[in-house]
């Protein structure tokens, strides 16, 4: 049995025969390109060999593919732009190209096309809808090849990409490949990316390719804006024993799920339609506005896919439960998530009639809606429902996304009638703490079912009875719930039921990214590993004996929350803090001078009480930092009504990008 070839060229070789059925070797010399009435059929996974003598630098195409592509869809428009020919009309439309891949990115441009001139120009066919022959026709004329050794600079001297993938002669991917048996591995890929790739270089601007991707045979990384030094990478990795990395590959490499699984056609097109996008993002503070390039994470497309595919099997009336850490982007998967859903069919009809997002994150309105916006093919509207009646009159004007706080929802399920039981409901519910899987979510449950109002007098017996049967399935909603830490309330309400070997059953998430994973990968810190106990000392002395209606633990329970919340016990413990962190933290440069720390309350009010004995002592200390407290929804606290951004002094969404330290 011949030994795999882990080399760097024998990774590139395994890869492009998993893509290509073929080595992707350059033809030889002289040997003239085929041309679009010669048909080369799929290998692989659906790609078509490339060769890096067909790539223009001055305009970053594959001309070869291009033109193949568009002779093939388009023949009219092909032989107006004289592609053929080295002329002004092909570099007229070649700068078209060009200017418009700049301004918009690659991924819109491949979505939506480009005007030149008189001519409207398709550079991608998307997924055909089921029983459209003529549109599945002209998706299987989508030239999706691989080039290896691509010299991408017209600067001579610069060396050559691994890989680059192209899609109709547009770049979308370009790789970079080590190895462990030459010492090398993914993270001195990643270095050669931030040291050896000019930025300036048009191939790498800014939506010019959606990522670019460092990968060895155990781990993949990736970057959607190359920035020298500052590159930011990402892990595109499955996790194993809820850390980081691969599981173990009995096919082979632990990383042939990115070629096998991720790139092929069906996928990669799926991407590009629905995940991929270049945003444009203004910043609160300086009204400057800024491109992004986003890219999905593996757990992140996991997660969504798995859920679209489980709901359009089982229809509606299941519940999800998924756990994803912070550091997870769940907003985004939210999003991914919220605005498929809605194109969601089953039978040849939709599941949902809406989708209503539950959260505690206003930042989270405007980012599914900024989501569904990207996507043309997208119709539907969303809708924040913040006051009474807005539920109602979202559901019946047509809004498809409908995004409410936890603190309304209540008050918006009362208006909420028996109308609505016929209507067929996907809710998404962000951070679903315990609160949210008892009387909340059991009031949704019957609002959106039809059943009776809630009655106030009904006993605890009663109250138990009516949540229980609230936790039936309804027919006619599904509960998809995010949340990083559930509670086994939360976990039996949204869960899977997993028995076990003693006959006991449990319930289990039905997707996980866990904080082990997050600490791994660098998206938190171990809080655990750089903390400070500070003791708190205290008697409490019983003083009523043999008292049958006395509750020992209740008691202490109460009376230790009085002393721990006494501000007195609070301002010490603040000085405390204060003094640690200038003195053992800032003092000694941890973390480059950048530390900063962060206190966990048991509530709100209490997370209240210390920021303001922060502030305090912080002024005392004459401090140049100043303490950041971040909660959701309103407060009563002092006789009115405060927030984040009436305590902070600036919006919410700042809180985790603010300079204030």
């Known amino acids: 049995m011949k030994p795999t070839d882990t080399s760097e060229a024998g990774l590139e070789t395994l890869i492009c025969r998993a893509l290509t059925g073929s080595d992707c070797v350059p033809r030889p010399a ?9 048909p080369a059929p799929y290998g692989g996974v659906g790609w078509l060999p490339g060769d890096p003598a067909d790539y223009d630098r001055e305009y970053c195409v594959d001309l070869v593919q291009l033109t193949a592509f568009l002779h093939s869809t388009q023949p009219e428009v092909a032989e107006a732009l004289d592609l053929d020919n080295e002329s002004p009309t092909r570099r ?26 008189p001519y409207r120009i398709e550079l991608f066919y998307g997924t055909p809808s089921p029983g459209n022959e003529q549109a599945r026709a002209l998706y299987e004329q989508d030239r999706f090849t691989v080039t290896r050794q691509l010299r991408y600079s017209r600067d001579e001297m610069q060396r050559a990409l691994d890989l680059v993938l192209f899609i109709n002669g547009l770049p979308v991917f370009t790789f970079e490949l080590k190895n462990r048996l030459t010492k090398q591995t993914v993270h001195d890929a990643i270095e050669q990316y931030r040291r050896d790739r000019n930025p300036r270089e048009k191939l790498f601007e800014l939506g010019r390719c959606v990522a670019h991707f460092a990968v060895d045979e155990n781990e993949v990384w990736f970057c959607t804006h190359l920035q020298g030094k500052a590159s930011w990478f990402l892990p595109f990795n499955k996790g194993w024993n809820d850390g980081a990395g691969n599981p173990p590959n009995p096919l082979g490499l632990k990383t042939g799920y990115l070629w096998r699984e991720i790139l092929n056609r069906e996928s990669l097109t799926d991407i590009l339609e629905n995940y991929a996008q270049l945003v444009e993002e203004k910043d609160l503070k300086t009204g400057k506005k800024r491109r992004r390039q986003i890219f999905p994470r593996y757990h992140q497309l996991d997660v969504v896919r798995k859920l679209l595919a489980d709901a359009a099997a089982h229809g509606v009336g299941r519940r999800y439960l998924i756990q994803h850490s912070a550091g997870s982007g769940k907003s985004n998967s939210i999003a991914w998530l919220a605005h498929q859903l809605i194109g969601l069919a089953r039978d040849g009809r939709p599941v949902f009639d809406s989708i209503i997002v539950v959260t505690d994150r206003r930042i989270l309105d405007q980012q599914i809606r900024d989501t569904v916006k990207q996507f043309a093919q997208v119709s539907a509207t969303v809708g924040h429902a913040e006051h ?79 949540l229980m049967e609230a936790r039936k399935l ?97 301002r010490l413990k603040a000085e405390i803090m204060v003094d640690h962190f200038h003195e053992q933290v800032i003092a000694k440069g941890k973390i480059g001078g950048q530390a900063r720390a962060m206190v966990v309350t048991c509530g709100i009010e209490r997370a209240i009480q210390y920021f303001h004995a922060f502030q305090a002592y912080l002024a005392e200390r004459k401090s140049p930092y100043r303490a950041i407290v971040a909660f959701s929804g309103e407060h009563e606290y002092g006789g009115q009504q405060v927030t984040e951004a009436s305590l902070n002094g600036f919006p919410s969404n700042q809180i985790w990008t603010s300079p204030g330290k």
């Open 30 to 38: 002289g040997t003239p390109a085929f041309v679009a009435e010669t």
């Open 92 to 117: 007229k439309f070649l700068a078209r190209l060009q200017g418009e891949v700049s301004k918009r990115g690659v991924v819109d441009v491949l979505r939506g096309g480009i005007q030149h001139g």
């Open 388 to 466: 009474s009646g807005d539920l109602r009159r979202f559901i019946e004007s047509g809004k498809k996304i409908i995004v409410t706080t936890l603190q309304k929802f209540p008050f918006i399920l009362d208006e909420i009638g028996n109308e609505h039981r016929g209507r067929r409901f996907a809710i998404i519910i962000d951070e679903a703490h315990s609160s949210q899987g008892g009387r909340t979510s059991a009031k949704m449950s019957m609002a959106l079912s039809g059943a009776g109002a809630e009655d106030e007098d009904e006993t605890f017996e009663d109250r138990i009875n009516r």
């Open 474 to 570: 309804l027919p006619n909603a599904s509960y998809f719930a995010f949340t990083a830490t559930p509670k086994n309330k939360t976990l039996e309400m949204f869960g899977e039921p997993d028995p076990q070997p003693d006959g006991t059953v449990k319930h289990r998430p039905f997707h996980s990214y866990t904080m082990k994973q997050a600490i791994q990968e660098g998206f938190i810190l171990d809080v655990l590993a750089n903390y400070t106990p500070v003791k708190s000392y205290y008697r409490l002395i019983k003083t009523i004996e043999d008292d049958p209606e006395f509750d020992v633990k209740k008691a202490q329970k109460k009376l230790r929350r009085f002393v721990e919340g006494h501000e007195h016990a609070i």
